[in-house]
């Protein structure tokens, strides 16, 4: 209906556009003269005068051709009206009522009707994104639980979610409360925009999504307004599943202090809290909130009666990973060469969207080499753009000193993660450039653990370090580079973590500097430069013992440009024996 109405309008407002033109067009004006014009009246050639608005001129038309208006100047003499009445002339003082003036006033009217109904029918832009929150489980939106692969235990959480929706007489009669938000967290990419969708499909009702930044607005009230416009059609449909997507937008710690306070976010965020209060219990309507950092959230939003029920979405595991690119393998011609299962072994810390959009790059990897099916080497060269990114086509204008000490750097990280974390897999050491700005890279693939040792940690932050010991071995104390700038950032959140998170230090004991809040701490910072220097000087010492390998490493490097693990298994059995 409503585009119908802009339809019309349209064309109301092009029609008289159009009029007005051809009117404009199809009048002649030329000039006359003064006493020309005196000579028409005199001669009975004059029809019709007509005071323009301005009164400088005159329009005159002769009964010889009414086709043509004369612009005639006006003399302004006190009789001169008379003087055109007494020569049977007709005389217009006001050309208001002209048809040209008409259709003015017509379009006019059609504009500001047409303004109105935009500004009414917008909202302030509310309605529009109402109306894309209103996905109400079309074709294209319904996912299952079994769709979603992997996070088996966060699928649990939320199967009596579904039934509570579907049937909540049977739990009001024991007594019952349906919660009334269920806060999903964990890393990006992980499934928990497919899960929200899954609730709603399973419990086969309303999808009302939109993301936590469509609420930040400029104007102090605006996001409270949409939040109320949107729970208020959720309420119309009883039974539904309201999901806000990264929800820190606006539910944010607020600010002790008023100066530091943000008006807009804080009346936002009170909105929803007074809307997910004034819920009733046991209506089937239930609020699903997403983010990345759960620690950010405002405590009011995570107390009872709000977001009753926090259920973490973490990365898959090894089982969850081969479900993940079964699924999407299914969808996609696959190689008989192609090893699901060695592929999830190899992709720890991947999560589903990661996985995904590995498999389509291994497609289009295939697409431009024109393979009617996707092979292990599209697989392979995908999964090292995924992770580093595309290498350099053009490295010509790498020096052979560059590349050495690239190589050098990079065989440091590999001999120290085979002497120091043997468990560990190496997949793919190489010293070809991506176009992310990396001169080369080492990869190795931790087994799946729910969690680090103390020896684990400190043999992570030596093999980081491990890369700018091997330059230094080689070239100097004084020819280091800054190919260690990002190893080192590491090595240092992680040597803070060691010390002052998991308390795993002897001297600094079980005590966060966290609990000082925004004090300084001097002595973790002193602490955390003592404790990495003694950690590279014992690393140091071990690439110093096995300089040989580190050249033998390095050398093979330099001709191949890329190894796999079992190269360096054979250059470290070959120098044991």
Same mark, same amino acid.
């Given at each position: 209906m409503k585009k119908l109405y802009w339809i019309i309008l349209i064309a109301v407002i092009l029609a008289c556009s159009g009029i007005l033109m051809s009117l404009h067009l199809s009048v002649t004006k030329e000039e006359m003269t003064y006493p020309s014009f005196l000579d028409a009246?005199?001669?009975?050639? !004059?029809?019709?005068?007509?005071?323009?608005?301005?009164?400088?001129?005159?329009? !005159?038309?002769l009964n010889s051709d009414k086709d043509i208006t004369y612009i005639v100047p006006n003399p302004k003499t006190e009789n001169f009206t008379e003087f055109l009445l007494l020569h049977n002339i007709k005389v217009d003082n006001n050309d208001s009522y002209s048809p040209t003036k008409v259709i003015q006033v017509i379009l006019i009217v059609t504009v500001i009707t047409g303004v109105f109904l935009y500004i009414r029918t917008s909202g302030g832009k509310d309605k529009p994104l109402m109306k894309n929150a209103a996905k109400n489980n079309k074709a294209e939106n319904r996912v299952k639980l079994g769709d979603v692969a992997g996070n088996a235990e966060a699928k649990c959480m939320v199967g009596d979610i579904i039934d509570f929706i579907k049937e909540p007489e049977k739990y009001s009669a024991l007594g019952a409360r349906m919660p009334k938000g269920v806060m999903l967290y964990g890393p990006p990419g992980t499934g928990k925009t497919l899960i929200a969708k899954a609730i709603a499909t399973e419990a086969g009702v309303p999808f009302y999504a939109m993301s936590g930044s469509d609420f930040v607005q400029m104007y102090v009230g605006v996001g409270a307004s949409r939040i109320r416009s949107l729970f208020n059609k959720a309420k119309k449909s009883e039974k539904a599943v309201i999901f806000i997507d990264e929800i820190?937008?606006?539910?944010?710690?607020?600010?002790?202090?008023?100066?530091?306070?943000?008006?807009e976010r804080d009346q936002t965020l009170n909105a929803l809290l007074t809307e997910m209060s004034g819920f009733h219990?046991?209506?089937?309507? $239930? $609020?699903?909130?997403?983010?990345?950092?759960?620690?950010?959230?405002?405590?009011?939003?995570?107390?009872?009666?709000?977001?009753?029920?926090?259920i973490e979405v973490g990365l898959p595991d090894i089982l969850a990973r081969k479900k993940i690119l079964k699924l999407y393998g299914d969808k996609k011609p696959?190689?008989?060469d192609v090893d699901l299962e060695l592929l999830a072994k190899n992709t720890v810390s991947f999560s589903g969207a990661m996985l995904e959009n590995l498999l389509n790059e291994a497609a289009i990897q295939a697409a431009n080499e024109k393979s009617s099916y996707i092979q292990a080497t599209h697989v392979d060269k995908a999964f090292y753009t995924v992770i580093a990114g595309s290498p350099l086509q053009d490295r010509s204008f790498i020096s052979e000193r560059d590349k050495s000490i690239t190589a050098y750097h990079e065989a440091g990280h590999a001999l120290a993660t085979k002497l120091l974390q043997p468990e560990q897999y190496i997949s793919k050491v190489t010293i070809i450039p991506s176009v992310r700005g990396a001169g080369g890279f080492n990869l190795s693939i931790p087994k799946d653990s729910l969690y680090q040792t103390k020896r684990q940690i400190l043999c992570s932050i030596k093999i980081l370090l491990a890369g700018r010991i091997a330059e230094e071995l080689i070239f100097g104390e004084e020819e280091i580079t800054t190919g260690a700038s990002n190893d080192i950032q590491k090595a240092s959140a992680m040597i803070v973590d060691y010390l002052n998170k998991y308390g795993m230090d002897e001297e600094m004991g079980l005590f966060s500097t966290a609990a000082l809040e925004d004090q300084y701490d001097t002595d973790l910072l002193n602490k955390c430069r003592n404790q990495m220097h003694a950690l590279y000087e014992s690393t140091k010492k071990l690439m110093t013992d096995n300089k040989e390998l580190l050249t033998d490493i390095t050398k093979e490097l330099l001709e191949n440009e890329s190894l796999k693990g079992e190269d360096i298994d054979r250059i470290c059995l070959k120098k044991a024996v």
């Open positions: 009246v005199n001669q009975d050639q !004059v029809a019709s005068v007509q005071f323009k608005e301005n009164d400088n001129s005159l329009k !005159v038309i820190d937008a606006i539910g944010k710690k607020r600010a002790r202090s008023t100066s530091a306070s943000n008006d219990e046991n209506k089937g309507i $239930v $609020v699903i909130g997403a983010t990345n950092r759960l620690d950010t959230l405002d405590e009011a939003l995570l107390r009872p009666g709000r977001f009753d029920r926090q696959l190689g008989d």
